[in-house]
């Protein structure tokens, strides 16, 4: 049992990856065609077998008591000098519990989601998610190292194939007329245009004809046509023109098309492994100079010191995590009557989410989000003596040199006080722009 288990430990994690993979890209056509039965059993059964797999998993872990710890090791993903880096799933006690918890008690969530979701147009896709959710978490649970718990370029060696088709679509971009690209964009420009004037008047259209339209509507159908033309025209020109580059005179066409050439033969590298993580891993190295050591940083690029990095990696996910949650809570305190209502009457998603959800949302949303901008400008406030040192230096000096410490600290207070006043005021206008107006 332990051979099967080094071997063949990582079908537990496949199954419900592979339901997945069936319900993502087919369950539509299997929905429309053999029913949502069929959809439910491909979904259930896939962790089913994993639970089942799970069991004698479990009870084999159980029985050693020396070291009870088995290792599947499944494929070799990174191999640079002493760094060996494997994609493989480690099996021991606490890990054999929990998957037993994933696989037991996912199999039951799918089953009464069969009957939950029962006649939801989206039946397929809640199951892909679900079993893509299970994955995951077994994936979590039994990784053996951090980088392959965040799975990384773990879809390096499942897709290596599309270097080649990355290369020839750079091949083929490479030999386009430099005209081709700019009159695309033109076109596209056009497009958008027509489309706007066709969505307009199909709005106005009544069983009875099209109405009188006013003086604004013209203006706004000869607005888009007439500057959709004058735009085309506008690229077109631009890629005709003659720039200097570091090779030589070129058109602004010649540099679109080599631009978007590199791109992909970019995306070719990244997938080939011809340069670039995960096979061809470069440590980066710090040059000193000069009898004191000093570190020589780079002529080119921006240097960004680490405690400067650190706090603004530190501030931003704080504050994006706070505004995240309050722009979620503003949308659910909204009823779900109104969303209701909404499809009721027939309008679709982005247009009650913008003339219905968003406007009572933005009342509930907007004191609390105020406040974060305003604890966003304190914080930030605090890296300004680590990565603007010589804005507190200049202040520091004066404060030696003359003595005036309070002028200098008041100077500083003004200054943060007039940037959170002024996000104060921003934030009141709107406040006032969208309160209920009571008669």
Known sequence: ???????????????????????????????????????????????????????????????????????????????????????????????????????????????????????????????????????????????DNILFMFIGWFAHPIFGFL????????????????????????????????????GFFAARKTPAGYGKFSDDDVFRVVFAAVGSILVAFMLLWIGNQVVQTTQGPATVGEQLREGLSNLFLWAETRFTGDSGAPIDWQSAAVELRGTGGFVQYSTTGVVIT???????????????????????????????????????VGLTRSQYLRLIILPQAFRIIMPPLGNQYLNLAKNTSLGLAVAYADIVSVGNTLINQTGQSLPVILVWMAFFLTVSLTISAIVNYYNRKLKLVER
């Open 163 to 198: 270097g080649g088709f990355w290369g020839a679509v750079s091949s083929f971009i490479e030999a386009l007329p430099t005209w081709l690209i700019p009159g695309l964009l033109a076109a596209f420009v056009l497009f958008l245009a027509a489309r706007w004037i066709w």
């Open 1 to 143: 049992m332990i051979e099967l288990i080094q071997n063949y430990g990582y079908l537990i994690a496949i199954f419900p990856l592979v339901g997945t993979l069936v319900n993502g890209l087919l369950g539509r056509a299997i929905q429309e065609r053999f029913g949502e039965k069929t959809v439910g059993i491909i979904a259930c059964s896939s962790v089913i077998f994993s639970f089942l797999l799970t069991i004698p998993v479990f009870i084999s872990i159980l029985g050693l008591h020396d070291d009870p710890v088995i290792i599947n090791n499944v494929y070799n993903w990174i191999k640079v000098g002493y760094l060996n880096i494997d994609i493989s799933l480690l099996f021991d006690p606490l890990s054999s519990v929990m998957i037993l918890i994933i696989t037991g008690i996912g199999s039951l969530i799918h089953i009464y989601s069969t009957a939950y979701m029962k006649g939801d147009p989206g039946f397929y896709r809640y199951f892909a998610y679900l079993n893509l959710f299970v994955f995951s978490m077994l994936l979590l649970v039994l990784a």
């Open 306 to 344: 680490p405690p400067f990095f650190a706090i603004w990696i530190g501030v931003t996910l704080y504050t994006a995590s706070f505004i995240a949650e309050i722009v979620r809570g503003g949308i659910l305190a909204v009823s779900k009557g109104q969303t209701e209502a909404s499809q009721a």
